[in-house]
């Protein structure tokens, strides 16, 4: 049977891994339909369970290769389109460092802050204080790679969007939906992230999905 190529991801509305998955995909030219499904959060969606070795989106399938884990799709996408990270040692080794930081970290805003592309510019009622410490960090974690390595464009490493924007993207919109203040170069950042032509086209997508596949547990964030 011939293999078949995929990336599963889940409602755009609100899978930050799954649009970071697609970003890399997309940068990286990889000819492969997106299979989206609607999630029920919290592990709770059973069909991923039938397609994905680790229950969870995205989800790729490339001729032959199967790859799961958002940084691992990212990992494999730099490997048919190397600009995915940048061409200066020291510089790849500062992006890698950042991918690998948002992978694992930044809990706080993660469960603080979901991401839903349908809110716009609310605040939190109580931003907590382990979020803003996070948001802090990230703040100046951006504006230090932007003044180190960024004068050639407007993303962290200048001209290429690489995959250490592509890991941060979802926090760039957590950030806009919640309307959270940011430095004015960190501020610079996010909007040129925004209108990033990948990201407009997740934002469009994610506009004509189904009103039934919100999610309350989301959309009732105070
Ligand atoms: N560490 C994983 C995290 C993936 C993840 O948490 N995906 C969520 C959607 S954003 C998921 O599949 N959730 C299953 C569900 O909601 O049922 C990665 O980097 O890809």
């Not at 969007?161 to 203040?181: C, E, H, K, L, Q």
Request: charged share 20%; proline share 5%; hydrophobic share 45%.
């Amino acid at each position: 049977m011939p293999a078949l190529d995929r990336l599963v991801i889940g409602t755009r509305r609100y899978s930050s891994w799954s649009l970071r998955g697609w970003l890399a995909v997309r940068c990286a030219g990889l000819d492969v339909p997106d299979e989206v499904i609607a999630l029920r959060g919290a592990g709770q969606t059973s069909e991923i369970h039938a397609i994905s070795p680790n229950a969870m989106v995205p989800y790729l399938e490339h001729q032959g290769a199967k790859v799961w884990e958002s940084l691992a799709i990212c990992e494999y996408c730099a490997e048919i389109a190397p600009s995915l990270w940048p061409s200066d040692r020291l510089a790849r080794a500062a992006a890698r460092s950042l991918a690998s930081e948002m992978h694992a970290g930044f809990r706080a805003v993660r469960q603080a802050l979901p991401m839903n592309l349908g809110r716009q510019a609310r605040p939190l009622t109580v931003m907590p204080a382990d979020a803003q410490s996070e948001i802090e960090t990230i703040d100046r974690l951006w504006s230090a790679t932007r003044a180190e390595f960024g004068a050639s464009g407007s993303y962290l490493f200048g001209a290429d969007f690489t995959n250490a924007d592509i890991m941060f993207a979802p926090v760039v919109s957590r950030f806009t939906s919640y309307g959270v203040a940011l430095s004015s170069v960190a501020d610079a950042y996010r909007t040129a992230v925004l209108d990033h032509p990948l990201m407009r086209e997740w934002q469009r997508l994610a506009a004509l999905e189904p009103v039934e596949w919100q999610l309350e547990r989301y959309e009732s964030v105070t």
